[in-house]
């Protein structure tokens, strides 16, 4: 039901851009339950009809990984098993923030503390700029062959990056964790419409802008802290990439990767000035906890989209 409230929508959305925008269609078939499978020891029973169940087997990993933790729901697809789980947790009241800017190559964090700190996802860029040349090589003008070498690469690229985010979120959270530190992100919205064709951009530009996992990282992020107890707040994107985070002021660009104040008369890194500017908008943000301060409440691993948490190899799958 939630993957088919996300794809509706979509659609509502596309459809207030494009009157003529196509109507959505499940390509992939899934079996989603939240309140009739069972997990018995090392297997997981899921109702597939009246009477009739299959079961998987689990691995020590994924056992451990729910170990304590409350199943909400399960998502089975034919190359794999998704399971949501919820805690209760105590919310953190932080005692300082961790600004994060989120670019193309590298994620960087200013901390209340005066530290800051680079994650390179530079392997990432080259990830997306290979499948995107192994894809534009392929010249056969069979649409069901295309798609699924498209699908093929598409999965191969999804797979790597999202590995690489998902170490980069673990760490910012970990320290946020041990620091107390509550995190503060950028409202990023609309950034896709900035990079159309026809927007005056060369295709690599626009490409390599529009395969950006900006909102990917903020997923990863979120969750992780959500499930630690810690708090995430947002602060608008208006001037954190142009106004010095010492005074204020109009910055200039000052080389590839330096800004240059003149009321300060320093040149400044752009993507640490970004992070601080960040942190220091966060300074008047109120952390809201989900519910009243000191109060447990209910994390959740997962999303509106059913986003694999766990996986168990679906050749595990037996007949009941």
Same mark, same amino acid.
């Given at each position: 039901?939630?993957?088919a409230?996300?794809?509706?929508?979509?659609?509502?959305?596309?459809?207030?851009?494009?009157?003529?925008a196509?109507?959505p269609?499940?390509?992939?078939?899934s079996?989603?339950d939240?309140?009739?499978?069972? =997990?018995?020891?090392?297997?997981v029973?899921?109702?597939?009809?009246?009477?009739?169940?299959?079961?998987?087997?689990?691995n020590?990993?994924?056992?451990?990984?729910?170990?304590?933790?409350?199943?909400?729901?399960?998502?089975?697809?034919? $190359?794999?098993?998704?399971?949501?789980?919820?805690k209760?947790?105590?919310?953190?009241?932080?005692?300082?923030?961790?600004?994060?800017?989120?670019?193309?190559d590298?994620?960087?964090?200013?901390?209340?503390?005066?530290?800051?700190?680079?994650?390179?996802?530079?392997r990432?860029?080259?990830?997306?700029?290979?499948?995107?040349?192994?894809?534009?090589?392929f010249?056969r003008?069979?649409?069901?062959?295309?798609?699924?070498?498209?699908?093929?690469y598409g999965r191969i690229?999804?797979?790597? =990056?999202?590995s690489?985010?998902?170490?980069v979120?673990?760490?910012i959270?970990?320290r946020?964790?041990?620091?107390r530190?509550?995190?503060?992100?950028?409202?990023?919205?609309?950034?896709h419409?900035l990079?159309?064709?026809g927007n005056?951009?060369?295709?690599?530009?626009?490409?390599r802008?529009n395969?950006?996992?900006?909102y990917?990282?903020?997923?990863?992020?979120e969750?992780? #802290?959500?499930?630690?107890g810690i708090p995430? #707040?947002?602060?608008?994107?208006r001037?954190?990439?142009?106004?010095?985070?010492k005074?204020?002021?109009?910055?200039?660009? $000052?080389g590839r990767r330096t800004?240059?104040?003149p009321?300060?008369?320093?040149? =400044?890194?752009?993507?640490? $000035?970004?992070?601080?500017?960040i942190l220091?908008?966060?300074?008047?943000?109120?952390?809201?906890?989900?519910?009243?301060?000191g109060?447990r409440v209910?994390?959740v691993?997962?999303n509106?989209?059913?986003?694999?948490?766990?996986?168990?190899?679906g050749?595990k =799958?037996?007949?009941?």
């Amino acid at each position: 039901m939630s993957r088919a409230a996300g794809i509706l929508r979509n659609y509502r959305k596309e459809l207030k851009r494009n009157r003529s925008a196509r109507v959505p269609s499940v390509t992939r078939l899934s079996l989603t339950d939240c309140y009739g499978f069972r =997990v018995v020891h090392r297997l997981v029973r899921v109702p597939v009809r009246r009477g009739e169940y299959i079961f998987i087997v689990l691995n020590d990993h994924t056992l451990r990984s729910i170990s304590g933790h409350t199943p909400r729901s399960l998502t089975l697809t034919a $190359n794999g098993l998704s399971i949501s789980l919820s805690k209760e947790i105590a919310e953190v009241e932080p005692v300082g923030a961790i600004g994060i800017d989120r670019n193309l190559d590298n994620v960087t964090t200013a901390d209340s503390d005066g530290s800051t700190l680079r994650h390179d996802l530079g392997r990432a860029t080259e990830i997306k700029a290979r499948c995107r040349e192994t894809k534009s090589h392929f010249k056969r003008n069979d649409a069901r062959i295309r798609r699924v070498v498209y699908g093929k690469y598409g999965r191969i690229q999804r797979n790597r =990056v999202n590995s690489l985010l998902h170490n980069v979120s673990a760490s910012i959270v970990k320290r946020a964790k041990k620091k107390r530190f509550g995190i503060v992100m950028e409202e990023i919205k609309g950034i896709h419409r900035l990079y159309r064709k026809g927007n005056g951009q060369g295709t690599n530009y626009r490409a390599r802008l529009n395969s950006w996992s900006f909102y990917e990282l903020q997923r990863q992020i979120e969750y992780k #802290a959500r499930w630690e107890g810690i708090p995430v #707040a947002y602060v608008a994107a208006r001037g954190t990439s142009v106004n010095c985070s010492k005074c204020g002021s109009r910055t200039y660009p $000052n080389g590839r990767r330096t800004l240059f104040c003149p009321k300060c008369d320093v040149s =400044v890194d752009r993507d640490v $000035n970004a992070a601080r500017n960040i942190l220091a908008k966060g300074r008047g943000v109120k952390f809201t906890p989900d519910g009243p301060p000191g109060a447990r409440v209910e994390a959740v691993k997962g999303n509106e989209m059913t986003t694999p948490i766990l996986r168990a190899d679906g050749g595990k =799958v037996t007949q009941g």
